[in-house]
């Protein structure tokens, strides 16, 4: 099993910053890539970013040069800045860690709420 636990979201005016984290604990050796999906209701879940163990990365392109994901092996999390902020970017953001070879399961975060507003 392993557990994920999101911080940093919060209420922040367009224009401004916000940093995610989210730290993994127990089977760490069950994971690779690491990264962050967001949600606004009534639409599916979307792909933010995501970082594997080796620091290679992936964004969602509409979000490239504003969104930028990071991770810290020695503390098992992974790091989301978020700069430039506008009001459709106000989602409910999950933390996800997809597994390593040889497992097969999945893990999401409890998410953490990003409310862009003036």
């Known amino acids: 099993q392993v557990q994920l636990v999101e911080s940093g979201g919060g209420l922040v005016q367009p224009g401004g910053s916000l940093r995610l984290s989210c730290a993994a604990s127990g089977s760490i050796f069950s994971i690779n890539a690491m990264g962050w999906y967001r949600q606004v209701p009534g639409n599916p879940r979307e792909l933010v970013a995501l970082i594997t163990r080796g620091g290679s990365t992936n964004y969602a392109d509409s979000l490239k040069g504003r969104f930028t994901i990071s991770r810290d092996n020695a503390k098992y999390t992974v790091y989301l800045q978020m700069n430039s902020l506008k009001p459709e970017d106000t989602a409910v953001y999950y933390c996800?860690?997809?597994?390593?070879?040889?497992?097969?399961?999945?893990?999401w975060g409890q998410g953490t709420q990003v409310t862009v507003s003036s």
């Open positions: 996800n860690a997809a597994p390593a070879t040889g497992f097969n399961r999945v893990y």
